[in-house]
């Protein structure tokens, strides 16, 4: 998804059929023919900075979350985690010999946000650790970070909407795809025209 302007380094595996009808009037022969229907991404991947710059808060929730991470299980790990460092940390930054639980980490401001899981946005275990604050994502900076529009709204407590989201593909990422298929397949299929 970062390579699609997503603030998010999550990878998924999307699968295009086409129908051999299809093809042959569109010109479609091959798996590499396939394989260019995939959309190009950039190379530029916008950080977290980039991301929430200038997100809406609510102090309510981030001190919730300020709680909830004190009182929780990974607490001891987080704590020690230094903040806005240039790369993301886990427990295996503070002990090379770790061998627990490895979904802790601390984002970094530089760089996309690790993969944000359904377990982790909804609070329930550690996950995505802010950069600079010891506590999870609140849920307008996890909607930046999928990059849904601040207007959407989720329904449900705040557990289920983190939940809906970690378990979401990113709108900007399916756009594209969604794009590729239309410019190289159904418009063709449509017209006639070869692109």
Known sequence: ??????????????????????????????????????????????????????????????????????LGSSYEIIKHLKKDQPDRQGPKSLDPEWTGDFSTVRETWERPSSTLTSTGCSGSRGGSIHPSE??????????????????????????????????????LLMKEVSKSIYNKVLKPYRTGELT
Do not use: A
């Open 1 to 70: 998804s970062s390579h699609y302007g997503v603030p998010q380094q999550r990878r998924r595996l999307i699968l295009i059929g086409v129908r051999p009808d299809v093809c042959e009037k569109v010109g479609i022969e091959t798996d590499d023919d396939i394989l260019d229907i995939f959309p190009i991404g950039t190379t530029f991947e916008p950080n977290i900075r980039d991301g929430l710059k200038d997100v809406v808060l609510n102090n309510e929730e981030i001190n919730y979350l300020k709680d909830k991470t004190r």
């Open 134 to 171: 010891d506590r999870g994502f609140s849920i307008n900076e996890i909607k930046r970070l999928m990059s849904l529009p601040d207007d959407f709204k989720l329904t449900g407590s705040r557990s289920q909407k983190g939940e809906r989201c970690g378990r979401m593909v990113t709108p």
